[in-house]
């Protein structure tokens, strides 16, 4: 049951309609998916590919490339040719851009009708584009963007302000009769983020996209995400995630895709338990684990491995590890399952748990 998604924990998932991002389904109970964004120039069409199929590598369902220019929307057709995960084309101002992106293939295309000029000409013609090609769209407001009339109403990009903005461009979908469309309505802060969403969660049953938008660089990017995402999917919100991080993407994909499985949203990976380590750990346990989680980041299978610093509480608090090591007195007990199956000398532990973990992993796989 380890490599099972399961929601036991969490409350039960709202219900939103199903959208396709191409392949991928979003919302109407599918599987949460993960996205990312490139920032390589998307006219750079080789170097993009190169990153999508990393980020694909690594968890991602879905890829989204800017198209600021028009040397990025001619690149776009090639892209999505040759991308192995659906591309959504992310579009800011200039509305030709969508268009062109619908013809090129992609999968989807992010507007904020907030900045898109005459928005309120063309959005018809975009959701009539949308239809005839069978793809989606994804209303993305962002506090930077408002409709100003909100923006004064409300005295600023608050919650209320942020969902009014969202659920006007919705209904303006909605009443040329296009809906395959999902919302994000992304703010910094991670408090006002899952305040908005509650909100609009509650006034429409659209897909919703959640992100925490300019979280910072990795380390403060991840807790304000995880904190965000974590409240939100535990009530049953979210149907697809964006990790935003001033870092390589991947970066993002592999926060996105823990934060899923951490929650039982997911099918586990590799995991490592590893104790804090205290007055009593006989070896290093922060380079052990380390060295640990960095062989065997790539491992598909759930396996889970643990490394605790000595042997008084060692192999007992870590009986539901399939693999872990106990030090003490220079040498390491090799436990499966709670029991020791051999004793090795400390420079022998790492490899020897790389070597078994891989043995269990393909077994697992096997299996
Ligand atoms: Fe301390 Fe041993 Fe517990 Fe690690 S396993 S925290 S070294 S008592």
Redesign the pocket.
């Known amino acids: 049951a380890a490599s099972m998604p399961t929601d036991e924990a969490l409350s039960e998932r709202r219900h939103s309609r199903r959208i396709m991002v191409g392949p991928v389904p979003v919302g109407g109970g599918a599987p949460i998916s993960v996205q990312s964004m490139t920032n390589t120039k998307t006219s750079d069409v080789n170097a993009t590919l190169q990153q999508i199929a990393e980020l694909a590598a690594a968890g991602c369902d879905i890829v989204r490339v800017a198209v600021p220019s028009q040397d990025d929307s001619d690149a776009l057709a090639a892209i999505v040719r040759h991308s192995p995960i659906p591309v959504i084309a992310d579009v800011h101002f200039q509305s030709k851009y969508v268009f062109q992106a619908i013809d090129a293939g992609c999968a989807a295309v992010r507007v904020n009708p907030g900045n898109i000029r005459k928005f309120d000409e063309v959005g018809s013609s975009i959701c009539e584009a949308a239809t005839q090609a069978g793809i989606s769209l994804r209303i993305g407001v962002n506090a930077g963007s408002l409709d100003k009339d909100i923006y004064a109403k409300y005295g600023g990009p608050t919650p209320q302000a942020l969902v009014a903005s969202a659920v006007k461009e919705a209904r303006m979908f909605e009443e040329v009769g296009f809906h395959d469309f999902k919302i994000s309505v992304k703010h910094h802060d991670p408090v006002t983020m899952i305040r908005t969403y509650r909100l609009l969660a509650r006034q429409g049953d659209w897909p919703l996209h959640l992100g925490v938008t300019e979280a910072g660089p990795q380390w403060q990017g991840t807790i304000k995400s995880c904190l965000a995402f974590g409240v939100l999917l535990a009530e049953g919100i979210g149907d697809t995630i964006r990790v935003s991080l001033s870092a390589p993407p991947v970066e993002e994909v592999k926060v996105g895709c823990k934060v899923l499985e951490y929650l039982g949203l997911r099918e586990r990976h590799f995991d490592i338990i ?10 290093d ?1 922060i380079e052990l684990a380390n060295a640990v989680t960095d062989g065997l980041k790539d491992i598909k299978a759930p396996i889970r491995v643990a490394v ?7 192999p007992g ?2 009986r539901e590890a399939d693999l872990g090591v ?2 003490g007195n220079g040498k390491g007990q090799i436990f499966i399952k709670g029991e020791v199956v051999e004793t090795v000398p400390e420079d022998r532990i790492v490899a020897t748990l790389l070597e078994r973990a891989h043995a269990i992993a393909d077994h697992m796989q096997q299996a």
């Open positions: 590893s104790c804090p380590s205290c007055g009593r750990a006989q070896v346990v605790m610093g000595c042997i008084v509480n060692g608090e870590a106990a030090s």
